[in-house]
Every structure is written in C-alpha cells, then in structure tokens.
C-alpha cells in the first residue's frame, strides 16, 4: 500500500488528508503528566502512552461513565483520546503515513460498577482510526471499566501501531 | 519443536488434540462487540482482543467476583475467555500448532475494593495455556481488579503470542 | 552505546553500578503467585508480569491511594515493583546492560473513584528506570485506577523491554 500522497503542491499523506476532512485539526501532541515520554519506537513498532481526552490543555469532560458522563460524551472522549494519540505518533514518525497497521488499542473507561457498554465508548477511538486509515485502521483491541483515571478523565487510550518499513537500497 | 501432528487420518495438531482429550471443543471465535476485530497478526505476533467469557452467545456468568461471583466460577470464566482466545487466534493463524509460544496475559477481574485473590481467578487462563501448549504455554502475566467490564463480564483476557516463523526456500 | 562495564575487578554493567549508588540492593526475584512466569523473552524483547511492591515477601503497603494510602507510600510502591521487575529482568537476561530501551510501562493504581494523581504514583517507577538507564530508561506508559490489586497490593507495573542485538559472528 502506497502511502497515497496526492500530486497537488500540499504533500498531505492520505490519512492527514481525510483527517482534515473530517474536520478535526491534529492537535499538538499533549506533554506527558509524568516522567515517561508519548511515544517510543522500538523496532516496526510505535508504542504510544495512555491519552486522555485533552483538547487545548483541558479535558472535555471529567467523570465516570454510568454516572456524570453520558455515551456520546464518553464516545466523543474516546475520539479525542485517539486524535492525541494520533499526535504523539505523528511528533514520533513525522507522517502518519508511516503506519502501516493499528495493531491493538487498551481503553480503559472510568466507570462505575454496574456500567457494561465499555465497547461502545471504545468505539469512539475505533471508529476515527478506521475513517483514517482504512483496513490498516482495523485492530485488536481490549475495552475495560476503571475506578478512576488521571486528572478524572472518563477514558484513557494507549495504542500500538505498526510503521512501514523504510525501503533499503 | 515440530507441530507434531499425529501420523493417523486427522490430521489434528498437537494444542488442538491435547483441548480435544481435555473435552471442551475449540468454540467459533466470538464476534467483536465493536468496531474492531478479533486477532491481528504484526511481524511474528498476533495480538488477540480482549475476550470474555461467552459461550453460545452468552455469559457464562456476570457480576463481580468478592459479589456475586465465586472463585470457582471465576476460575471457569477465564478458562472460557483463554478457549475464546484460542478460537479467535485459530480463526486467524489457520492452526493453533502455529503458536510457538504465548507470551503474555493480560487478566482483568471485576472486582470488589476488599477482593485480592485475582491471580487464582486468572490462573484458569494460565491453566488451560499450559495444559494444551506445554513449555509454550509459559507465559508472562498481569492480573488486575477493575470496576466493571463490557456486558456485565466478571473477566477479560487478553493475549499475546508468537508464532513459528514459516520456513522459508 | 556501550553496556559500560567498568575496568576493575568486578564486573558491573553500568544500571547495576548506578542501582549500587542509589542504595537499593537489587531483590531476588519474586516467585509467581501463578501458573505464569515472571518474564518472558520474545524475539528482541522480554515482558515482565505484573509486578507488585513484595519486599522480603510482604507488601511494603496495602490498600488504597485515596483511601489508606498516602502519595509518598504510593510512590514508593512503585518504585519497589520497578525494583521487582529489574530483578525479574535479570534473571530473564543475566545482566540489566542486556537492555537496549525501557519501551513501556502500565501501571496499574489501586484507588477510590475519586482519585486523580495517578500519574504521580506511577512516576516512583518510571523515575527509577530512568535514574538506572538514563535516555535508555525514557518509555512510554500508562497509568489507571482499578478497583483492586492482588493481595491487596496499591500498585501494580508491567513492562516491556527491547534487548540489545547480540552481536553475531
């Protein structure tokens, strides 16, 4: 698969492109709240630290899911955890044209004891890296229930992709 | 380490034999719950999705183990989860004799705040791995208490294994 | 980089000399609470299981952050399961100059629903890995609430490490 550039004067990578059509502007990736770093690579693969649903230096909603937070607030939570994680992978690879498979996504939802629809707050992340990327944006996934989460964030994401290899020669 | 398939008529790999001998059928991989899917293969590894403990379409149990929930039937319930993983990492690899060794767990256990005993809850996972992949089954493992998890599941498992390396030429 | 071992009679790669400096003897390793291993090498990196804050086989704290355990203890939780997992490490590879990068760490926090400094729990790992292996040590990481650990541990750390490529030849 070609990274898809387009012949115009921008050279926007296919999944930067559809990510402008959607609407979301990539954010700057969020500094870290702790002494570890958003992303590392370690051989193909890009390990990206848990995100939480900041936009612009605040959370969009603080709570628990089956209590303060609703599922559209908790979907919408979970897609804005992506869109981080999207841009800690991009300060990582420069392009994200350089992932050639999601491989697995963690959520962890902060929910109360009786919640069960963790998937379709997952959902949230799931669908935006599908929109994006495609088949390559098909991946594993585990979505869980949490007592809490940093800051009262209702969601938290950590994602491992897979880059392309750079062509030798 | 060979595969070692039997030299009869069926031609029935050795995980696959030892899970028929112990009784339980290999079950359909599940469906996924949400816009992701079951198992995805990334270099030597395949990463399974978190699954719960389904069995003909339904829980085997639900609610919390320190609740509801007793430490024999969740010792069942991640034993359902690991045959779950099995199917989906069979629907994916063509053949559990591909595995040449599971390398993690990850074991969520709904739980109470005063539960403590998740590691003898996962073991019915870990349990099962070792029974059908011998020294393969070996694996590294994390077991943790969460407050809920999706449909009411009193455990999620996760997995990830390696697989042979097809010999090339 | 080079492992670093020192000129003199002992032979100490550098983490284990500078794990000497900071006091901290490093532990035996802890014996599962499972049918799992404590670490499993696969291909360039090896995953350590879940590791809780066991010293001389009792728990340095129980319970809560939120609740009965205070940020110092809960720092310092973190920093023995790191210690732990350093000690699963070597008995894995033989000697912690085996690692290449600290990749990831998840950081399980035991803790009430109203709880948000996870993070600051979780950097009492993460700041040792990187005190031992300096840029070495900078990985990615998440950290969450769960509603309890085995045992009744206040932390639990997983962590995956990539391995320096033996030379061939």
């Not at 954010?27 to 693969?45: I, K, N």
């Not at 969601?155 to 491992?160: A, K």
Request: with cysteine; proline share 7%; aromatic share 2%.
């Amino acid at each position: 698969m070609s990274p898809g550039r387009r012949g115009t004067g921008r050279a926007m990578s296919r999944p930067e492109q559809r990510l402008a059509e959607l609407g979301p502007a990539l954010p700057e990736a969020v500094p870290p709240v702790g002494t570890y770093v958003p992303a590392v690579r370690s051989g193909d693969h890009v390990h990206v630290s848990g995100q939480v649903p900041l936009r612009e230096g605040r959370l969009i909603a603080a709570g628990r899911l089956g209590d303060a937070v609703g599922m559209e607030l908790g979907y919408a939570c979970a897609r804005q955890c992506a869109l981080n994680a999207l841009a800690a992978l991009k300060a990582e690879t420069g392009d994200l044209a350089a992932v050639a498979r999601v491989v697995k996504a963690l959520v962890f939802v902060a929910s109360t004891a009786d919640f069960t629809r963790h998937p379709q707050v997952a959902d949230g992340a799931s669908d935006l890296l599908r929109e994006l990327f495609g088949d390559a944006g098909r991946h594993a996934r585990s979505a869980v229930g949490v007592s809490a989460l940093p800051l009262g964030s209702p969601v938290e994401l950590e994602l491992l992709v897979e880059l392309h290899r750079p062509a030798h020669g």
